[in-house]
């Protein structure tokens, strides 16, 4: 049995069923409790071709994948920060630790990692990259492919691969940090990174307004786009504003940081561009709200995606594709809910017509969540040229000959 095989290299203690959701991601799952055992266990499965594939808290995996790989490998064990440097601003940590864990230990210096995943203390860093995960705070601090500047992951072969450094300017080599993120580990088992962290504002306010079409929510929002630097911009549809009070009507949510000064100049400038409607909240109400907003559930709905435009053409997309929203209407990016959908035709539909309104406004689609009756009709991610693609399988090929990397759940099956 492949639960034996693997106890026998790694260890029985470590080696375990999958439990709630991983079950949708692994059928065994294997947690190392070092670089040296997942060396090893990558090693066993490149001999026999067994799929593996890193787990978080299964998040991602367990919503797309349409057959659980052979073995998840778990990397609760490999949960350490191995060097901080308040002065340098740059944090070196194991992939297991979470971005909830990491920013609670750099909180004492004032600094964090800028970075809003839904759930953050569900999200570990090798799940942030690998996934690409991203909340409101992109608008202003980037994504992890921005703060990201050292990776280390175990590739084909077992072998422990490392790119870039622990300082910021670091140009040797080729950019394994981007060909990793955003790689669904299609290309090895990410163990460590090193990031950049920044520090945190001395004060957070959200300025939230309602209104009746989503039309005005999004042309007060690009008012408010043009005139300030927002740490986020959001705009929300009916579904999701209950929790905010605001039941029935379309959201603006526009989040503001800095020193007392700078926040009554934005929070004047706010309420002056429109003509005084807007509810400002300060300290942990302010708070409270945004961490409502960036842990918005589009999972539990039958089919929900992701699509990407020109911010200027978000408003005409969402519209046209329908369904409940986030929106991060200074990004340009959109989480779209679909509650309805019934059969696997309905969503593949769906999914087809709200893809080709991305294309017509230059922009692309991903589904990030499917029930899993759904999953065999749908593609999950936008098919590139035919170059790129091309490209993308040689990567694959170079880096993951044996095809045992997260198997067939990334762009064109790969």
Do not use: W
Request: aromatic letters at 6%.
């Amino acid at each position: 049995m492949l639960a034996e095989r693997v106890t026998h290299q790694i260890g029985g203690d470590r080696v375990r069923a999958p439990i709630g959701r991983e079950a949708n991601a692994a059928r065994v799952v294997v947690e190392p409790a070092s670089v040296e055992e997942i060396c090893e266990l990558v090693r066993l499965c490149e001999t026999d071709r067994i799929s593996l594939a890193a787990l978080g808290a299964s998040r991602t995996l367990a919503q797309i994948r349409r057959l659980p790989v052979e073995v998840g490998v778990s990397l609760k064990r490999l949960a350490k920060i191995v060097a901080y440097e308040p002065d340098d601003m740059t944090i070196v940590a194991e992939a297991g630790i979470t971005v909830g864990e990491l920013n609670s230990a750099t909180a004492a210096s004032r600094q964090r990692l800028p970075v809003d995943p839904c759930n953050p203390a569900l999200t570990t860093l090798g799940a942030l990259i690998s996934a690409s995960h991203a909340g409101p705070l992109r608008l202003s601090e980037g994504t992890a492919r921005d703060l990201l500047i050292g990776i280390r992951f175990v590739g084909h072969g077992g072998a422990l691969i490392h790119g870039g450094g622990r300082v910021v300017k670091n140009v040797a080599g080729y950019d394994l940090m981007k060909v990793m993120g955003g790689a669904y580990g299609t290309l090895g088992i990410v163990t460590e990174a090193t990031f950049k962290v920044r520090p945190i504002s001395p004060q957070y306010c959200l300025a939230i307004i309602p209104y009746d079409r989503a039309a005005d929510a999004f042309e007060a929002a690009s008012k408010l786009h043009d005139a300030l630097p927002l740490s986020h911009l959001e705009v929300l549809s009916p579904e999701f504003t209950s929790a905010l009070g605001a039941a029935d009507k379309f959201l603006l949510l526009a989040g503001f940081s800095g020193t007392p000064l700078e926040i009554g100049y934005q929070a004047g400038k706010i309420r002056d561009l429109l003509k005084g409607r807007a509810e400002i909240l300060e300290g942990e109400n302010a708070r409270a709200s945004y961490e409502r907003v960036r842990d918005l559930d589009f999972c539990s709905a039958p089919l929900s995606v992701q699509l990407s435009v020109p911010p200027a053409r978000l408003a005409r997309v969402i519209e046209a594709c329908g369904g409940e929203f986030r929106a991060h209407a200074g990004s340009g990016v959109a989480q779209l809910a679909f509650a309805n959908e019934s059969s696997a035709e309905s969503a593949r539909t769906t999914v087809h017509r709200c893809r080709a309104i991305a294309h017509s406004e230059h922009g692309n689609l991903r589904v990030f969540a499917a029930a899993p009756e759904f999953r065999d009709r749908l593609e999950f991610f936008d098919t590139p040229n035919d170059g790129a693609l091309a490209l993308m399988r040689k990567l694959k090929a170079s880096f993951d000959p044996s095809g045992i990397f997260n198997p067939r759940c990334f762009v064109g099956g790969i």
